[in-house]
């Protein structure tokens, strides 16, 4: 059996669709980080960044659990574990991993401080809010290109590099929809792509998790002032 801690983020959101997909048996622990509970001696044992996603391989009986944090890492842990979302060959395996590194490097960070300095940010921020909804517009426009020339981000085949990126397309703050309200999705390949993998029934299984998760869990705008300062390294939590 497998531990599984997290909440209602994209980067949780990848590894309960993993989780999902290679069908292995787990059992997920809330953490509400507006709470702090990531910041306990306990959490911070499996760990030491105080962050979810974390996962606890128990399945081998008399063994020391393996203990796996950072998103990313624990979709190729799970990926080498199942045999499944991950090419063995060299190009195919090596292409995986660079579309997936683009979500860990650019999507994610991207993506995340977009929504930060849209939503939980001083009004007083246009060039933080300008440059990191430019950043988002450029990924979109990357992952459009080249899912007009491939089926999915890694070729032909399903992977742990869609996996990755699904949330943050899906995401409220952060979707085609919302980035161009009003007007036509401007990413038609990137949508085609949404679309399909939607209806896949791990996705669908995992997106009711994290919506079960959202309504379970405080909500970051809900977080009083000195939950969202703690959170996010502010007031009287800041470093300087």
Do not use: C
Request: net charge negative; aromatic share 10%.
């Amino acid at each position: 059996m497998i531990d599984f801690y997290g909440m209602a983020s994209p980067n949780v959101t990848k590894v309960t669709i993993a989780l999902e997909e290679i069908g292995e048996p787990y059992n997920l622990h809330p953490t509400d980080i507006w709470k702090g509970t990531q910041f306990t001696p306990e959490f911070k044992r499996l760990n030491p960044n105080s962050k979810v996603p974390i996962i606890i391989d128990r399945r081998v009986p008399d063994a020391e659990p393996i203990v796996v944090f950072e998103s990313g890492a624990i979709l190729l842990y799970l990926a080498e574990l199942s045999g499944q979302l991950l090419p063995t060959d060299p190009v195919g395996r090596t292409t995986t991993i660079q579309w997936m590194m683009i979500q860990m490097t650019g999507i994610g960070p991207m993506f995340g401080q977009y929504v930060h300095f849209s939503q939980y940010a001083p009004k007083d921020n246009h060039y933080s809010l300008v440059r990191y909804h430019n950043e988002v517009l450029k990924h979109y426009e990357l992952l459009d290109r080249r899912l007009g020339e491939v089926a999915y981000l890694a070729g032909d085949d399903y992977s742990i590099a869609d996996i990755a990126t699904l949330p943050w397309v899906l995401n409220r703050w952060t979707n085609p929809e919302d980035l161009h309200p009003g007007k036509p999705d401007p990413y038609p390949n990137v949508a085609r792509w949404a679309r399909e993998l939607k209806e896949r029934p791990a996705v669908i299984r995992a997106l009711a998790i994290t919506d079960r998760l959202r309504n379970e869990l405080t909500r970051g705008l809900e977080a009083s002032p000195d939950e969202q300062d703690r959170v996010f390294n502010r007031g009287r939590f800041s470093r300087i």
